[in-house]
């Protein structure tokens, strides 16, 4: 796709004013001939290159009339200043049903009946999008002006971001976007408003915020109608959307409907994301007159946390429209029927059968009534039924995103020509203080490469050891340097623990990568160093790893407690609760996708193990009255005696996994599951096999059910289910029982939605059958949630529910609270355990929020 027009020296340019003659921001500026639009910048002014001839101007903004000119371009720029009048709003006479329900509720009936055939209404479509992205950082603490200003960093310096995309179309859900060229001297901060340029708010979910034109949607919104204005020949009716309970995922503002072709003319919406302040102003034009497409968008997003106060202004035109229709979707003459308010001729309608067994195309066609549920109805089956014939009906959505080559290299000359949007006095003022500090930085690089400040510029560092790095050696080929772990457990006193991982890419059409990661570990108690060594081949299909060494491992495989937070509670309470064995060992694991949803993983390992003991006392608790730490055997109900002695172990496991109705997203050919599309059943088996001198031989099976959902409009539930049996218990060693997530520290670190908040460790572990349950429900409001101001500082909240049964458990159950979000980094749970039904202790536990949270293994 060219840039004809873009590059010729002619056009249109001016200043759009309001009647009191004040610039008006961000109107909208969009040539009917071309299908192309422009927005004015903050100053009001335009400037949009077209070859010559004669066009019309279309004039919008949000609140005013829009204008229409004709023009006619020759080889220079015509000037052309716009006045916008307020525009006039008429209350129609419209019919009140006996409980006077407002009538913005029929419009918004017939507006989400068809938001899906407006969605299916284009084939295809090709265009090109042009983003321009300002943000300044207000205000900052005190403490990081230094460090900042550093950088080049002052309050109310305009960071501006530009690029230039050609996106295409193809229904049903296929949809490709390569960046021509781009342009920035700053990041985002996860303010990008892609999500909304390229989404549609005709779908029922965008951004992860419900539409008004959801079919939910009167389950989170309320309705009033403001009244209709005319625009050119079309009627518009100015619709107030209002939440019925503020928050992250829902929208309030005006948003403009075209009657009769119930389609979005415009919209007004402010929003919140995880205490963002979201502003979204999108301008629609009907391309071709057959479909209102958005030709510009606004965005206003604010924000403050820490101290840190900034905001971001966001800029989209969409121009060079080419759009296929969807012939099965022609309907120039389509009535619908609100059979709430209309209800004899709705019922007229769908008394005749015949109507009824006609296709949705027949029923298009005719141009028949149709009421708003039949076309729902229609809708939904028509989209199931394009679903089910396309190649793979479980993904769901096919994306894919390129940057040219060139897009990095583009000049200011480049930019001034293809820029549709002027830049402001600030934007200008950014770009120049960009380049300076570039051109000063260029200078210091040639002049000593090794005074570079940029980390891993200088190479290799002897303080990269122990505070770690990343190095790109080849385009292939990296290092990374984890930093250097002191820790402590009372069996190895202090430890050095050190990590590195070498990764190479293969570049292959299954994007395999070779990774080999070392690992060294000194235990001072006994003067010892071990390690391990493991090799991993991974790819889209699975991964293969083989892994040997000497090492130390914790009864419970899964790590209940890691090892930094034991290295606190025994060195500040002299409470050791990781328990720990050694053993020399290599395993192989391979995990395979057997198909779209069926995965294997099997693991074969073989081990000399041993027994450890405590070697040391030391702590920083005060000596008097200490008790010392705690023995390095687990305490078990069914096994007084958890030592061992030295042997080997040949065990082996094997877990099928499926999820059935498991749909994905596809981008870039790589697919990526929708976890809360399908619930995941696992068959898992553990063998111990008496083999190769191995004294151990057990057998085990266990069945899962894991599934995350959301219920209606109230909170989002995710459950867990593990039952199982041990078959064989000839031979084992306490480490092949079967363990549970448990936690007796203050802090939290396992999966939320996995893992008990007081269980003891060890203590219910167990040979015989067991029943392990997790149910966490999230709240979309309760208590402190449902107030607004802590709503939007992140606040979430949630109940769950965990129960163990063993042989000796007596039916462990707990039950809490939590506070999700605080600071937006932490979580306050509160939980209460009982057995047989009778009170036992109640904890507090402090985690990182579930929604940041990554767990930090250091097996």
């Known amino acids: 796709m060219g840039l004809p027009y873009l590059l010729h020296a002619g056009g249109v340019k001016g200043v759009i004013l309001s009647d009191e003659a004040t610039p008006l921001p961000w109107a909208t500026i969009y040539v009917k001939q071309l299908g192309i639009g422009t927005v004015a910048n903050e100053q009001g002014y335009y400037e949009i290159s077209l070859p010559p001839g004669t066009y019309e101007m279309i004039y919008q903004h949000v609140g005013y009339e829009t204008q229409q000119k004709q023009i006619e371009v020759t080889e220079n720029f015509v000037t052309l200043n716009i006045r916008l009048k307020p525009q006039v709003i008429v209350l129609q006479n419209v019919t009140i049903t006996a409980g006077k329900e407002d009538p913005a509720y029929t419009i918004m009936r017939k507006a989400i009946a068809k938001a899906k055939y407006h969605n299916q209404q284009i084939d295809s479509f090709s265009a090109r999008v042009y983003i321009k992205g300002s943000g300044k950082l207000k205000d900052y603490p005190w403490l990081a002006k230094k460090a900042l200003e550093k950088e080049g960093i002052k309050k109310n310096r305009v960071f501006v971001s530009e690029s230039v995309s050609e996106i295409q179309y193809r229904r049903p859900s296929i949809f490709r976007e390569k960046i021509i060229s781009i342009r920035s001297d700053g990041r985002d901060n996860n303010t990008s408003p892609n999500a909304f340029v390229f989404g549609s708010f005709y779908q029922p979910m965008i951004a992860e915020t419900v539409s008004p034109l959801s079919p939910a949607a009167f389950n989170y919104y309320l309705f009033e109608y403001q009244g209709t204005f005319k625009d050119r020949q079309y009627d518009i ?186 830049l402001s ?151 050791n609760y990781m328990k720990i064995y050694e053993q020399d060992f290599i395993s192989a694991r391979l995990q395979q996708s057997l198909g779209p949803r069926v995965n294997l993983s099997t693991t074969l390992a073989y081990a000399r193990r041993r027994d450890l003991f405590n070697r040391t006392n030391y702590s920083w608790r005060s000596k008097s009255g200490s008790e010392g730490y705690s023995p390095n055997a687990p305490e078990n109900l069914e096994l007084t005696d958890t030592g061992f002695p030295e042997h080997y172990a040949f065990t082996g496991s094997a877990t099928l996994s499926v999820s059935p109705w498991l749909k994905y997203r596809m981008r870039n050919g790589r697919k990526y599951p929708i976890e809360s599309s399908s619930p995941t059943f696992s068959l898992r088996y553990d063998r111990g096999a008496p083999l190769l001198k191995s004294s151990i031989n057990f057998s085990r099976a266990e069945l899962g059910l894991s599934h995350s959902f959301g219920i209606g409009v109230r909170g989002f539930l995710n459950i867990r289910l593990q039952a199982g049996k041990f078959f064989n218990t000839d031979s084992l060693a306490f480490m092949d029982y079967r363990h549970f997530m448990g936690n007796l520290t203050p802090l939290a670190t396992a999966n939320p939605t996995a893992s008990f908040r007081l269980l003891d460790y060890y203590r219910y572990s167990t040979t015989g059958q067991y029943l392990v349950t997790n149910l966490n429900y999230r709240f979309r409001k309760l208590l402190l949630s449902s107030v607004y101001k802590l709503h939007l500082l992140g606040i979430r909240e949630s109940v769950f529910i965990n129960y163990l049964y063993t042989a000796r458990s007596e039916n462990y159950f707990e039950a809490g ?31 990182i929020a579930s929604n940041i949270m990554v767990r930090f293994s250091d097996n």
């Open 237 to 422: 009716s100015k619709i107030k959307v209002i939440p019925r309970s503020r928050g992250d995922n829902v929208v309030e503002g005006m948003l403009y409907i075209v009657e009769d072709w119930w389609a979005i003319h415009s919209l007004d919406f402010t929003t919140t994301r995880l205490g963002l302040h979201i502003r979204i102003n999108q301008m629609y034009a009907p391309v071709n007159d057959k479909a209102w497409l958005p030709v510009s968008q606004h965005f206003n997003i604010t924000g403050r946390f820490f101290g840190f106060e900034f905001e971001y202004t966001y800029l989209a035109t969409v121009s060079n429209y080419h759009i296929v229709l969807n012939q099965e979707l022609v309907a120039d003459n389509l009535k619908i029927i609100d059979e709430k308010l209309e209800k004899e001729k709705a019922l007229e309608a769908e008394k005749n059968l015949s109507r009824k067994s006609q296709s949705l195309q027949k029923r298009l066609e005719a141009g028949q009534e149709i009421t708003t549920r039949e076309l729902k109805a229609l809708m939904k089956e028509y989209e199931k039924q394009e679903q089910k014939q396309q190649p793979d009906p479980g993904i769901i959505a096919i994306t894919s995103f390129e940057v040219d080559s060139t897009a990095f290299r583009r000049d200011s000359a480049y930019w001034a020509a293809v820029r549709p949007v002027p």
């Open 425 to 575: 006095d600030e934007e200008i003022k950014g770009y120049r203080i960009t380049d300076s500090l570039a051109i000063e930085e260029r200078k210091k690089e040639a002049g000593d490469t090794l005074r570079r400040s940029e980390k891993n510029k200088a190479g290799f560092q002897p303080w990269d050891v122990f505070i770690g790095d990343f190095y790109r050696l080849t385009k292939s080929a990296s290092l990374w340097l984890e930093p250097l772990q002191v820790l402590f457990n009372p069996v190895e006193g202090f430890v050095l623990l050190h990590r590195s991982n070498f990764g190479y890419a293969l570049h292959d059409s299954l994007r395999s990568r070779l990774n080999l990661r070392p690992t060294f570990r000194y235990a001072f108690a006994p003067a010892q160093l071990s390690g391990t060594l493991r090799l991993q081949l991974r790819n889209i299909k699975g991964r293969v790893q083989i892994e040997g060494g000497r090492y130390v491992q914790q009864f419970n495989a899964d790590e209940p407690i890691l090892p930094v937070i034991n290295t606190f509670t025994s060195l500040l309470a002299q409470q």
């Open 817 to 847: 609270y939590a506070v999700n979000g605080i600071l937006r980094l932490f979580r306050l749970e509160a939980a209460a355990a009982f057995q047989s039904g009778t009170y036992q202790t109640f904890g507090l536990r402090i985690g």
